[in-house]
Nanobody, 118 residues
Framework: VQLQASGGGTVQAGESLRLSCAAS????????MGWDRQAPGKQRELVAT???????NYTDSVKGRATISRDNAKNTVYLEMNSLKPEDTAVYYC?????????????WGQGTQVTVSS
Protein backbone atom coordinates (compact mmCIF):
# COMPACT_ATOMS: atom_id res chain seq x y z
CA VAL A 1 0.00 0.00 0.00
CA GLN A 2 1.29 3.42 -0.97
CA LEU A 3 -0.16 6.62 0.46
CA GLN A 4 0.34 9.95 -1.28
CA ALA A 5 -0.64 13.00 0.74
CA SER A 6 -1.11 16.52 -0.54
CA GLY A 7 -2.63 19.83 0.48
CA GLY A 8 -0.28 21.06 3.16
CA GLY A 9 0.98 24.61 3.28
CA THR A 10 1.20 27.77 5.31
CA VAL A 11 -1.95 29.50 6.46
CA GLN A 12 -2.94 32.18 8.92
CA ALA A 13 -4.60 31.34 12.20
CA GLY A 14 -8.33 31.03 11.74
CA GLU A 15 -8.09 29.88 8.16
CA SER A 16 -8.94 26.47 6.75
CA LEU A 17 -7.00 23.75 5.00
CA ARG A 18 -7.89 20.52 3.26
CA LEU A 19 -5.53 17.59 3.10
CA SER A 20 -5.96 14.72 0.66
CA CYS A 21 -4.42 11.28 0.61
CA ALA A 22 -4.70 8.79 -2.20
CA ALA A 23 -4.04 5.11 -1.55
CA SER A 24 -2.71 2.79 -4.20
CA UNK A 25 -1.39 -0.72 -4.43
CA UNK A 26 -3.02 -3.54 -2.50
CA UNK A 27 -5.90 -1.44 -1.19
CA UNK A 28 -8.63 -4.03 -0.99
CA UNK A 29 -7.93 -4.95 2.60
CA UNK A 30 -7.78 -1.40 3.93
CA UNK A 31 -10.36 -0.88 6.63
CA UNK A 32 -9.36 2.31 8.40
CA MET A 33 -7.71 5.41 7.01
CA GLY A 34 -6.72 8.49 8.89
CA TRP A 35 -4.24 11.15 9.77
CA ASP A 36 -1.54 11.45 12.38
CA ARG A 37 0.58 14.52 13.02
CA GLN A 38 3.89 15.30 14.62
CA ALA A 39 4.79 18.74 15.84
CA PRO A 40 8.40 19.77 16.44
CA GLY A 41 9.69 18.25 19.65
CA LYS A 42 6.50 16.30 20.26
CA GLN A 43 5.38 12.74 19.82
CA ARG A 44 3.30 11.73 16.87
CA GLU A 45 -0.41 11.79 17.68
CA LEU A 46 -3.54 10.54 16.04
CA VAL A 47 -5.67 13.31 14.57
CA ALA A 48 -8.60 11.48 13.03
CA THR A 49 -9.62 8.15 11.57
CA UNK A 50 -12.44 6.93 9.40
CA UNK A 51 -13.49 3.35 8.89
CA UNK A 52 -14.65 1.92 5.60
CA UNK A 53 -18.23 2.10 6.80
CA UNK A 54 -17.87 5.76 7.74
CA UNK A 55 -17.36 5.70 11.50
CA UNK A 56 -15.06 8.51 12.53
CA ASN A 57 -12.82 9.28 15.48
CA TYR A 58 -11.09 12.54 16.37
CA THR A 59 -8.55 13.60 18.91
CA ASP A 60 -10.04 16.03 21.40
CA SER A 61 -7.95 18.98 20.25
CA VAL A 62 -9.51 19.00 16.77
CA LYS A 63 -13.08 18.00 17.59
CA GLY A 64 -15.47 20.54 16.13
CA ARG A 65 -12.78 21.95 13.84
CA ALA A 66 -11.88 18.95 11.71
CA THR A 67 -13.84 16.73 9.37
CA ILE A 68 -12.45 13.53 7.97
CA SER A 69 -14.12 11.99 4.95
CA ARG A 70 -13.45 9.17 2.58
CA ASP A 71 -14.18 8.39 -1.03
CA ASN A 72 -13.92 4.63 -1.28
CA ALA A 73 -14.31 4.72 -5.06
CA LYS A 74 -11.26 6.95 -5.34
CA ASN A 75 -9.40 5.31 -2.44
CA THR A 76 -8.89 8.77 -1.05
CA VAL A 77 -9.24 10.20 2.42
CA TYR A 78 -9.61 13.89 3.18
CA LEU A 79 -9.05 15.98 6.27
CA GLU A 80 -10.59 19.42 6.37
CA MET A 81 -9.53 21.59 9.24
CA ASN A 82 -11.13 24.91 10.10
CA SER A 83 -10.25 27.63 12.58
CA LEU A 84 -6.65 26.53 12.44
CA LYS A 85 -4.43 27.42 15.38
CA PRO A 86 -0.65 27.78 15.61
CA GLU A 87 -0.61 24.60 17.71
CA ASP A 88 -1.93 22.71 14.68
CA THR A 89 1.45 23.26 13.06
CA ALA A 90 2.92 19.84 12.36
CA VAL A 91 3.79 17.34 9.71
CA TYR A 92 0.61 15.46 8.90
CA TYR A 93 0.86 11.81 7.92
CA CYS A 94 -1.77 9.84 6.10
CA UNK A 95 -2.34 6.41 7.62
CA UNK A 96 -4.03 3.21 6.61
CA UNK A 97 -4.71 -0.07 8.38
CA UNK A 98 -5.30 -3.22 6.44
CA UNK A 99 -6.49 -6.54 7.78
CA UNK A 100 -5.26 -9.70 6.08
CA UNK A 101 -6.16 -13.13 7.44
CA UNK A 102 -6.81 -11.62 10.84
CA UNK A 103 -3.51 -9.74 10.99
CA UNK A 104 -3.35 -5.95 10.92
CA UNK A 105 -0.82 -4.01 8.88
CA UNK A 106 -0.26 -0.27 9.31
CA UNK A 107 0.97 2.07 6.59
CA TRP A 108 2.05 5.72 6.60
CA GLY A 109 2.53 8.25 3.83
CA GLN A 110 5.47 10.60 3.49
CA GLY A 111 3.94 13.49 5.41
CA THR A 112 2.85 16.96 4.42
CA GLN A 113 3.79 20.09 6.34
CA VAL A 114 1.08 22.31 7.77
CA THR A 115 2.21 25.61 9.23
CA VAL A 116 -0.21 27.95 10.95
CA SER A 117 1.07 31.44 11.61
CA SER A 118 -0.41 33.71 14.24
Amino acid sequence: VQLQASGGGTVQAGESLRLSCAASGNIFNINVMGWDRQAPGKQRELVATIARGGNTNYTDSVKGRATISRDNAKNTVYLEMNSLKPEDTAVYYCTARATVNGREFDYWGQGTQVTVSS
